[in-house]
């Protein structure tokens, strides 16, 4: 024999083999499924969760086309990806919420698994391998819900001629998408309190301010009867997150309120 038959004897065993060793798997595979409790309690099960998992794209891609390739070199991913988020809040809030859903479906699901599995019958059983290929094709049978997308930020650069164009990505995931999403709630939340701050200061409000001052300027000293307009100023200013409280107020006179603006430092005045 020459090593061109040999070679060819050798190659037509290991097809045979094979051959024969999946012939034999899927009989055995027909067997565990015609008698396993488990995996057919799991086709059951999965006939009603099917339809409890949202089915959602796995994958986004949003391509940031810069001008310059100094804007291309200073690209950073992580505002980049806050810009397209902004750019399609609502549509990325219904995949956050069908995500959050996924997970808590899957941990029930996956709960509901382990206790199929935990109370199956094994007196069918023959042979040790038995279980371990139950446990396969139970693993098999399991549905796999969507829990995660990726989203690839490509920041491109072509030059005038496209002489020499750039391409650099990176990826985001779920968790990303989430943290801006609290990010940008807390923002909303801190507007609002801003907005409710300033809906607080009540003509009553700076009425007690102005009398618990003496109904003068707390940095000059000059009096309405001076000719001056005195206003009630917040220390520590709304926009840096002060608040509309007595210990936040004081009464300054026009000159003194013109100079202060939302300037701030540790003794309250300037
Ligand atoms: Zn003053």
Known sequence: MNQEQV????LIFILA??????ILESILFAYIK??????SK???LNKNKEQSFHKINTTYTYIKRNKSKKAFDKTDFYKVLKEYYLGNESFFIDIINKLEHNLVEATLYDQN??????????DWYRGINFEKREKFWFNRFKLKPIKDISIIIKSTYTSPKGKNSYLAKREYHFSDIKN???EIKQQNEFQKSKQYQ???MTDQLRY???KRDNFRCCLCGVSAQDGATLHVDHIFPISKGGKTELSNLRTLCDQCNLGKGAKYDDTGLN
């Open 198 to 200: 300033r809906l607080i």
């Open 42 to 44: 799991l086709i059951d």
């Open 34 to 39: 015609k008698n396993s409790s488990a995996i």
């Open 180 to 182: 801006i999403s609290n």
């Open 17 to 22: 083999t094979l051959s024969i060793w999946i």
């Open 208 to 210: 007690t301010v102005l």
């Open 7 to 10: 070679m060819l004897i050798v």
């Open 113 to 122: 698994c382990d206790m199929i599995f935990a109370s199956r019958i094994t």
